[in-house]
């Protein structure tokens, strides 16, 4: 590989906030990043070296786009992997691989994968029809996901009983069995080329029952330390029996039993690792460049107790952002704010985050409970 620090060409696809804040830890590697999104005043437009708009999804635009580049890495899951698979055939590193990506983008086939490799994880049953749903294996109530394209808690329904079953999906897609959980929790998981893996501290969450994503998160967890290091090593194993090159993060649920079970996968940059940028020694972003371009993976230790809050656009707004409250925010000592740079909010759209550090746990939670009821996106 060319040196990482010099004149190798990264590509990323997708230029949201993850490849924003990419690009802001791979200025200090001196690397020169490309980007390719469909949108235009997409978050990383002013930081990279060069914007290319164009459709991810689309075969011609993701080859050509990668023809230009040494090295190919994503911010998003939902781009042509047929695309990604013909550009390693000619040579050109594409970190996560094409077929992990393939995997992640079919919740389907990421459920089987669990199940052949042992992993814990909740009962389920892939659908492909509205009959197969009226004679599912799955008791009342269960989730149904969409096999492909949901994200953000879209393409997720509760089927509660018989009557959810009109609203439910058509599409393909699979259920799986209601989980009573104590905890959601997460752990991100980074592995190179030389076969190196490392976890980060797992890390618990708590997440927006309205917008179905998360708003809220805590590191390190305080939960009993056989749980973490039990969910450390389920993160490790899935890395390894992917042969995954870059980073992984891995969703689950802690239930009421004291089991563990994994829920989803992303293999990329995840919200779920974002308090890593100021609470740990080496954050997730630069792990991931670490990771896929093939050297020693960073100390991922807690440097404090972090917290992370997700700045969303309030409900009934929707236009040109405000940010309202912010100077009362940033009196508040231990708060670090990152904007995402979108020009427009909508209701529970990603517009940034906020990290709190304190040595004092109930302190950072106060405070984070602070942020949350001050800082408000309108328009």
Known sequence: MKAFYGDLKLGILGGGQLGRMLIQQAINYNVTVKILDPDREAPCRKLCDEFTIGSLGDYETVYNFGKTVDLLTIEIEKVNVDALEQLEKEGVLVYPQSRIIRLIQDKGLQKQFFKENDIPTADFQIISSPQQLQQSLIPFPYIQKLRKDGYDGKGVYKVIDESYLAGAFKEPSLIEKWIDFEKEIAVIVARNENGEISTFPMVEMEFNPKANLVEFLIAPSTLPFAIQQKAEQIAK??????????????????????????????????????????????????QHLRAIFNQPLGDTACLNNAIMVNVLGEAGYEGPAIYQGIEKVLKVPGVYIHLYGKALTKPFRKMGHVTIVDADREKAIEKARFVQKTLKVIS
């Open 237 to 286: 194993k899935i890395a390894d029996s992917l042969k995954i090159v870059g980073l992984l993060a891995v969703e689950m649920f802690l239930d009421k039993h004291g089991r563990i079970l994994v829920n989803e996968l992303a293999p990329r940059p995840h919200n779920s690792g974002h308090q890593t940028i100021e609470g740990n020694v080496v954050s997730q972003f630069e």
